[in-house]
């Protein structure tokens, strides 16, 4: 698989020179996950960032009663790894899933590591990404908090269509954290007004 999908996206986060920017890709090796197979389990550490050069994958955890909630979707051209878990070795309280079948390229904890200390324009890109990510966690806890079930629906849609093929609607209404019910109430509402 060609790598250019993963320097494009690289590079609209961040400018690099081209002869620094194919140094770093070589440290991605590609993987393949099948659809339903785990990137990460539960009680594991995330050891590897991945690129999902397409495919679409899931997070999620249990409640207290052990029902799962979903936390995250990934869909294609996006970086897949569990920050905490990668970040702090720590074992992963959410486990991520591939809800179709994927393709992309992970880099080790150790080789992202290394890249960041040895490039400067890679520490630089790996700063913006740690900033991005928590912006958008951020961002769905104040969602979570400020925005009506209605609401979260309509960013979905505006945001990651893919979700509605490849997730059961059960697991987009644990991540609205709706009821199945209210999910099925909010679709054919916003139906009837188109």
Same mark, same amino acid.
């Given at each position: 698989?060609? #790598?250019?999908?993963?320097?494009?996206?690289?590079?609209? @986060?961040?400018?690099?020179?081209?002869?620094?920017?194919?140094?770093?890709?070589?440290?991605?090796?590609?993987?393949?996950?099948? #659809? @339903?197979?785990?990137? %990460?389990?539960?009680? #594991?550490?995330?050891?590897?960032?991945?690129?999902?050069?397409?495919?679409?994958?899931?997070?999620?955890?249990?409640?207290?009663?052990?029902? !799962?909630?979903?936390?995250?979707?990934?869909?294609?051209?996006?970086?897949?790894?569990?920050?905490?878990?990668?970040?702090?070795?720590?074992?992963?309280? !959410? @486990?991520?899933?591939?809800?179709?079948?994927?393709?992309?390229?992970?880099?080790?904890?150790?080789? *992202?590591? %290394?890249?960041?200390?040895?490039?400067?324009?890679?520490?630089?890109?790996?700063?913006?990404?740690?900033?991005?990510?928590?912006?958008?966690?951020?961002?769905?806890? %104040?969602?979570?908090? @400020?925005?009506?079930?209605?609401?979260?629906?309509?960013?979905?849609?505006?945001?990651?269509?893919?979700?509605?093929?490849?997730?059961? *609607?059960?697991?987009?209404?644990?991540? %609205?954290?709706?009821?199945?019910?209210? *999910?099925?109430?909010?679709?054919?509402? *916003?139906?009837?007004?188109?």
């Amino acid at each position: 698989m060609d #790598k250019q999908g993963l320097k494009n996206y690289i590079i609209k @986060n961040l400018a690099f020179p081209d002869r620094t920017l194919d140094n770093v890709v070589e440290y991605f090796e590609e993987i393949t996950i099948l #659809k @339903n197979d785990f990137f %990460l389990k539960e009680g #594991k550490v995330n050891d590897r960032y991945f690129f999902l050069q397409s495919g679409f994958m899931r997070a999620f955890t249990h409640d207290a009663d052990g029902k !799962e909630i979903t936390t995250a979707f990934y869909q294609k051209d996006s970086v897949v790894f569990e920050v905490s878990s990668f970040y702090l070795k720590t074992p992963s309280t !959410e @486990n991520i899933q591939a809800l179709a079948h994927c393709r992309g390229y992970a880099i080790s904890y150790e080789q *992202l590591n %290394l890249l960041m200390h040895t490039i400067p324009e890679f520490r630089e890109y790996g700063v913006k990404m740690l900033a991005k990510e928590y912006v958008m966690y951020k961002k769905r806890a %104040l969602e979570l908090i @400020n925005l009506s079930g209605e609401a979260r629906y309509e960013n979905l849609i505006a945001n990651n269509k893919e979700v509605f093929k490849h997730a059961q *609607l059960k697991q987009i209404a644990s991540y %609205l954290n709706i009821t199945d019910t209210s *999910l099925s109430r909010i679709r054919r509402k *916003l139906s009837m007004n188109k």
